[in-house]
């Protein structure tokens, strides 16, 4: 068995591979000739006398596609029938006259449809549907359907109904014609009759039949309602993904080109690969939650090989890419996995293959995410008596630490929920970057997100973990040797993750600013400080199978008598001064004496500590009912040179009252803003046609740009490319003109990202009309 399976996988990919490097083949020559310029039948038996003998096949790629919503595909415009199951098609047969010497006769003719999915299919399973041609549909949804919708003298048209449940995927047809005396005595199992009857004529058509979910058909689990939404979440090819800190996030927009023509080849190759059975594969349940961990190269070396130390010297910084499509090419010409992504690309890649599959999708972006390693629902960080935070988690000893992500992207995926109790289904969170097992595999989801929102831990799958991610509390310890458990806790933030869960919003684009985002925070969680929300952890922790999680937050913070406030930072322009500011207010009728310790340091979006910038620290008297402000300011020759990728700076203050024992500690994120790469097209485009873009930006730096990299993508106006480019000097202004040719015509996005050794994330896109 497993040797059949092998052999069928090796022989898919090939024979995939192939087809796809012909089409690139063909198109690149097309393409340099207008730069310079400015079928065998497959029956597989003998005819007879008596049967009909099938020539050819016509699955009406294009009529098909279009009342199937498939017709975007380069794969239609190409040849190849994709279908939505729980959907009626047509087809067309056409007999040989002179080899048969009779026409179709429906008193006399019989006409069966033989329809497989993998090797050794099966109609115990779904995998083999045998079907008889019949006058009239029946009416069962959950049953394959045939019947005659018209003929002439040698060809038929047959409409025929997939099963809304059917197994998304690659199926093959075959083609068995007889006359009605081979049916004597049989039943519609169609086997054929004793041994003097007719022999069947049996057509293997040669086409590969895509079938792909259903969110239009009210009897699919993918089904959603309101049609304008699908629209977005499986017909838009154009997103916006939200990153950076809170305060400064900002929407980069994401190219996915589900429709390109390597998109669902490759997914045909990652389903094989993820182990996934056949006969699962029209559980939308099951399939996502495969993709989700064949998008990362952890487990089945798919798709991508995440990286977040800023050394992307063998490969493309996750910051270069523009879309999904030059990575699932890469991919599938070398099937190796594609050097290098973060959530966001992850997340890019793992909404193209939901929609192309027919999966509601959206990327979400959750700001300021937690990272709950050790199942306690709270991101637990300690610190010595010096204020210097240590690597110490009692309920995690050998395991990895909490951590909190400035910002963090995975995927919602559509569907309902029939292995949970009604009212779970919806909208499911699935997640692709490997952050932490799931069942032995990274991968995570799907999660409903109403499980989420009412603290429901013990539904599949991985409730906890995205419950954390969104409402975690910040519990923060100071080392404390007269205490039994040797810390007392400083502070209990229950505000500081989960600040915005931002997605685009449906059939809206802005190309300039951010009104097309979407907070949709409250479908996670109540509302912060509300009694609902404090509900949704009170639930979960008494779900939990932890015992750590119970007694953190059994823990009573003592009355302070002293308040401290950390002024928040949103965004600094690169190359100008900043300043840590904590104002401190003495309530009691004491004075008080505050041991304070303020950091700026750079770092890491995933909450990884880069360079120390600058730290000071003291002792101050506050008086009896008054008010004091510290300020620690930091100039631009103290973090230039410190800065990591994406330029965030992370500000952090910890206090400590000497008379009361009472300890705070708050921090605070933001960006050093970079400047965005222009981008000029030349007026009056016409598809099929030279044009020219400029690209420009100033360079920032104190310090020569080496190793320079352009690379822009537009969704059907032009494929993925890369510019290397000469270094770039201290001050000096980029301008860089290059030739395309745009591919079709109607409203593009073009999107550009410039890269380079010293500087990343230059990020600029425009929207061009072409005639």
Not at 496 to 519: A, C, M, Y
Request: charged letters at 25%; glycine letters at 8%.
């Amino acid at each position: 068995m497993a040797n059949v399976y092998r052999d069928y996988f090796n022989t898919l990919l090939e024979r995939l591979r192939t087809t796809y490097l012909e089409r690139r083949k063909e198109e690149r020559q097309n393409e340099l000739r207008l730069m310079s310029e400015e079928g065998d039948d497959s029956s597989t038996s003998t005819s007879t006398d008596s049967a009909l003998k099938v020539t050819s096949v016509t699955f009406y790629p294009q009529g098909n596609g279009k009342h199937h919503r498939t017709s975007k595909f380069q794969l239609v415009e190409r040849g190849t029938p994709i279908l939505r199951r729980g959907q009626t098609f047509f087809i067309a047969i056409a007999f040989g006259q002179d080899q048969n010497k009779r026409q179709y006769d429906s008193n006399r003719d019989e006409i069966w449809l033989r329809l497989s999915f993998g090797p050794q299919s099966s109609p115990m399973n779904g995998t083999q549907q045998v079907i008889k041609v019949d006058k009239l549909l029946h009416t069962d949804e959950n049953r394959w359907a045939a019947r005659i919708k018209g003929h002439d003298k040698n060809a038929v048209t047959i409409e025929v109904r997939s099963s809304s449940d059917s197994c998304v995927g690659i199926w093959k047809c075959k083609i068995e014609t007889k006359t009605k005396v081979t049916y004597s005595g049989a039943g519609e199992s169609g086997s054929e009759g004793g041994e003097n009857s007719p022999k069947a004529q049996v057509y293997d058509a040669p086409d590969d039949i895509y079938l792909l979910f259903n969110p239009w058909e009210p009897s699919d689990v993918t089904y959603m309602k309101d049609k304008e939404l699908l629209n977005e979440y499986v017909l838009e090819e154009m997103g916006k993904i939200w990153v950076g800190p809170h305060t400064s996030t900002r929407g980069r927009s994401w190219s996915f080109g589900q429709f390109d023509d390597s998109v669902l080849p490759l997914i045909m190759i990652l389903l094989e690969k993820s182990g996934l059975a056949l006969q699962q594969r029209g559980n939308p349940i099951l399939v996502s939650r495969a993709l989700s961990k064949m998008v990362n190269s952890n487990d089945d070396k798919g798709i991508l090989v995440g990286r977040w130390d800023g050394k992307y010297s063998d490969g493309t910084p996750p910051s270069g890419w523009t879309g999904s499509v030059p990575i699932i090419e890469q991919y599938f010409q070398t099937m190796k996995p594609v050097k290098y992504g973060q959530c966001w690309v992850f997340a890019g890649v793992l909404g193209t293959v939901c929609r192309a599959l027919g999966l509601p999708c959206r990327v979400v972006s959750n700001l300021v995410s937690a990272h709950d390693s050790n199942g306690s629902l709270t991101i637990d960080r300690y610190f010595n008596d010096k204020n210097d935070e240590i690597n110490y988690d009692p309920n995690n000893p050998h395991g990895g630490k909490d951590s909190i992500w400035n910002f963090h992207v995975w995927n919602d995926v559509f569907m309902s929920r029939r292995d949970l109790p009604k009212g779970y289904g919806g909208w499911q969170a699935i997640d692709s970057t490997p952050q932490e097992q799931s069942d032995g595999m990274y991968r995570c989801g799907p999660a409903s997100l109403e499980a989420v929102r009412k603290g429901k831990v013990g539904y599949s799958y991985d409730v906890p973990f995205v419950l954390a991610e969104v409402n975690a509390d910040v519990v923060r310890w100071r080392e404390d040797k007269s205490n039994d458990f040797g810390f007392i806790r400083m502070e209990a933030n229950k505000y500081h993750v989960g600040r915005q869960i931002l997605t685009k919003k449906p059939n809206v684009f802005d190309s300039e600013g951010d009104s097309d985002r979407w907070d949709i925070i409250e479908e996670y969680k109540p509302k912060e400080g509300t009694r609902m929300e404090r509900l949704q952890l009170v639930n979960a922790v008494q779900g939990s199978n932890r015992q750590g999680a119970a007694s953190f937050f059994e823990l009573n913070p003592k009355d302070k008598d002293v308040d401290f406030d950390l002024i928040e930072l949103e965004q600094v322009p690169v190359g100008e001064p900043f300043s840590l500011v904590v104002k401190i207010t003495n309530k009691s009728k004491e004075t008080r004496t505050v041991q304070a310790d303020l950091t700026a340091e750079s770092m890491y979006y995933t909450g990884v500590k880069g360079k120390l910038v600058k730290r000071a620290a003291g002792k101050f008297v506050v008086r009896p009912d008054s008010n004091e402000e510290l300020r620690m300011t930091v100039l631009p020759d103290e973090y230039m040179g410190k800065l990591v990728e994406y330029g965030i700076m992370k500000m952090f203050a910890i206090c400590a009252v000497d008379e009361t024992n009472q300890a705070w500690s708050e921090e605070d994120d933001f960006q050093v803003v970079k400047p965005p790469l222009n981008i000029k097209v030349t007026s009056n485009l016409t598809a099929g046609k030279p044009a020219y873009a400029t690209f420009s930006f100033i360079n920032p730096l104190k310090r020569n740009l080496t190793k320079c990299v352009i690379n822009y993508e537009g969704p059907f106006l032009v494929r993925f490319s890369e510019i290397n480019l000469k270094d770039v000097g201290i001050g000096e202004e980029l301008e860089y003109v290059h030739r395309f040719i745009p591919r079709s015509s109607g409203s593009h996005q073009f999107i550009a990202t410039f890269t380079s050794k010293e500087l990343i994330d230059i990020v600029g896109s425009i929207v061009i009309e072409v005639n």
